[in-house]
């Protein structure tokens, strides 16, 4: 049974069927435009919340005990 299961699959990759699509050079052109357009509006969205991004990922400080700052001033 796997051994038929092998046949089937590599005689079902191994078939060629006629493909109907033609990428004509405007097409190209604007998937190129569309790919570049998106990885520049990431990089300016990136930009503008850079710092609120920053902030959300620090981590945030313990305060200090107020006896602690007290021995340091005596």
Request: aromatic letters at 12%; a positive charge.
């Amino acid at each position: 049974m796997a051994a038929l299961r092998s046949y089937l699959l590599i005689a079902l990759l191994s078939t060629v069927f006629p493909v109907y699509a033609y990428i004509d050079p405007g097409t190209g052109s604007l998937l190129i435009q569309s790919i570049i357009g998106a990885i520049a509006a990431f990089a300016v969205t990136m930009k503008l919340y850079w710092h609120k991004l920053k902030l959300f990922f620090a981590r945030k400080k313990v305060p200090d005990s107020e006896d602690s700052s007290e021995d340091t001033n005596a």
